[in-house]
């Protein structure tokens, strides 16, 4: 299973320490991590392993959203930034309407990811239908 991961800069010390209070669920459903550059960045400071695309700004957003199009991509967790200003705004909402186009899972905060990670195992079962 592809998890992509992205957090605006306020919030990616909030992303690793989510990842690592699943660590445990992670690992136990084989967890394939991709994320925007910086953000990746500091998921691999912390010691895990992700595959990194672009900074968000640069177009990570939009090759994550490519992977969702293209099926390999199962579950998005973006923390973002909501009193923030972004400049690349209109990248964040295309990866948020692919997700709502091909179905994918998308927790924008740490309440939902906490709910999307606890699935995992019934999200599994269901694929496998």
């Known amino acids: 299973m592809e998890i992509a991961i992205i957090a605006h800069d306020g919030r990616k010390a909030d992303m690793v320490a989510f990842l690592m209070s699943h660590l445990e669920v992670l690992q136990q459903h084989n967890v394939h991590l991709i994320a925007t550059g910086t953000t990746g960045t500091f998921v691999e400071s912390a010691g895990l392993k992700v595959q990194k695309f672009k900074s968000g700004p640069l177009g990570g957003d939009a090759q994550i959203a ?38 994918i899972p998308l927790a924008t905060n740490k309440a939902t990811a906490e709910i999307l990670i606890n699935s995992l195992g019934s999200m599994k079962k269901e694929k496998q239908k």
């Open 66 to 103: 490519a992977r969702v199009v293209d099926g390999l991509t199962n579950m998005i967790i973006f923390f973002r930034d909501p009193l923030g200003k972004h400049p690349h705004e209109p990248d964040v909402n295309m990866l948020l309407r692919l997700c709502d186009v091909h179905n």
